[in-house]
């Protein structure tokens, strides 16, 4: 396969370290010791450190991140702290610092969060319903933080999806790269002109199954995790990015009406960005296929990994496309009280 142009973190493998240096590193910067576990992770090294009291993740950040990006992240959390929101909080190192710099890379340590994670949760209309709610709440608290850093370029943040044509090759169906490709073609004509005029923000940006958990009758929300892909954009690609990851195939226009109508319930959106909700929940569809395709073809030995969102996005999109566009704005509209 030709080799395409994932950017510099992406195109980065996560660091390496050994459990015996990361166990030195926990006890010696942070005063940390207990029972070690690696976690997943797409660019960053992360590990679970359990103690009889407290639960920890020690976070090695991708060499190829910038260490203002790193910061930018920290800083989100911090500012969050307060806002009696599910999120990990950040341990300060004996020093009394949020991170330690060292030959491994920048070293972070956040609380570990509880909860049955929301990938293995049968879905349902309540907790579709109480994503969207937590979604906007976080959102909500976000606003007003700003940092230097916010405005990187991530390939996973919806407004650079007209990036994504080089990748379209790596999505192996014909049929499938076809719908993907009239996707993008919409998007760059008529969605992303728009993006400019909208209100723009710093979002999580990342609030997939894979990082959440629920609450242990499956129908709330204990804990939002993985703050990484944080960036300002507008604030409804936000939005998108968590809808994209609840339409059920079934019944696509139910299910992203619910969603929109619990979240504008907590934080109002407008006529104009209502109106792009498809389009965008689409763009972030087709940004998944394309990512994690070329990523599988790069890294085979990570495949499951990398792949744990493709059918969810696959299935989505061909679902929404087929929807009439007409119908679709119609009853997000009225699903929003604005008819």
């Known amino acids: 396969?030709?080799?395409?142009?994932?950017?510099?973190?992406?195109?980065?493998?996560?660091?390496?370290?050994?459990?015996?240096?990361?166990?030195?590193?926990?006890?010696?910067?942070?005063?940390?010791?207990?029972?070690?576990?690696?976690?997943?992770?797409?660019?960053?090294?992360?590990?679970?450190?359990?103690?009889?009291?407290?639960?920890?993740?020690?976070?090695?950040?991708?060499?190829?991140?910038?260490?203002?990006?790193?910061?930018?992240?920290?800083?989100?959390?911090?500012?969050l702290e307060g806002a009696g929101l599910p999120v990990p909080r950040v341990i300060r190192t004996l020093s009394g610092a949020t991170e330690a710099r060292g030959p491994q890379g920048i070293l972070r340590l956040l609380t570990y969060l509880?909860?049955?994670?929301?990938?293995?949760?049968?879905?349902?209309?309540?907790?579709?319903?109480?994503?969207?709610?937590?979604?906007?709440?976080?959102?909500?608290?976000?606003?007003?933080?700003?940092?230097?850093?916010?405005?990187?370029?991530?390939?996973?943040?919806?407004?650079?999806?007209?990036?994504?044509?080089?990748?379209?090759?790596?999505?192996?169906?014909?049929?499938?790269?076809?719908?993907a490709t009239a996707i993008l073609d919409h998007f760059e004509t008529e969605v992303a002109p728009k993006l400019g005029a909208l209100r723009w923000q710093v979002v999580?940006?990342?609030?997939?199954?894979?990082?959440?958990?629920?609450?242990?009758?499956?129908?709330?929300?204990?804990?939002?995790?993985?703050?990484?892909?944080?960036v300002r954009t507008p604030l409804v690609c936000d939005l998108a990015v968590t809808a994209s990851y609840q339409i059920d195939p079934a019944d696509a226009l139910g299910s992203l009406t619910g969603f929109v109508a619990a979240y504008h319930a907590v934080l109002p959106l407008t006529a104009e960005e209502i109106a792009l909700v498809p389009a965008l929940v689409a763009a972030r569809m087709l940004t998944t296929l394309a990512i994690t395709s070329t990523r599988e073809a790069r890294y085979p030995e990570n495949a499951p990994y990398i792949l744990r969102n493709f059918p969810s996005a696959r299935d989505g999109l061909l679902a929404l496309s087929a929807l009439d566009p007409d119908e679709t704005r119609t009853a997000l509209q009225r699903a929003c009280g604005m008819e």
């Open 204 to 230: 999580h940006a990342d609030m997939n199954p894979h990082n959440v958990l629920a609450t242990a009758d499956g129908d709330g929300i204990a804990g939002v995790l993985d703050f990484g892909d944080m």
């Open 1 to 79: 396969m030709t080799d395409t142009p994932l950017g510099g973190l992406l195109a980065a493998p996560p660091p390496e370290l050994s459990d015996a240096e990361a166990a030195r590193l926990a006890r010696d910067v942070f005063g940390v010791e207990g029972r070690m576990k690696r976690l997943t992770s797409e660019r960053d090294l992360n590990i679970h450190i359990a103690t009889p009291s407290q639960g920890y993740v020690l976070k090695l950040a991708n060499p190829a991140e910038p260490p203002e990006v790193t910061d930018f992240q920290t800083k989100a959390l911090l500012h």
């Open 114 to 179: 509880e909860g049955v994670p929301l990938h293995l949760v049968a879905p349902s209309a309540l907790l579709r319903a109480s994503m969207a709610a937590m979604n906007a709440r976080i959102t909500r608290a976000l606003q007003g933080f700003d940092h230097p850093a916010a405005d990187h370029v991530l390939q996973w943040d919806i407004k650079q999806a007209g990036s994504l044509r080089p990748m379209l090759p790596a999505i192996a169906d014909a049929g499938l790269r076809a719908v």
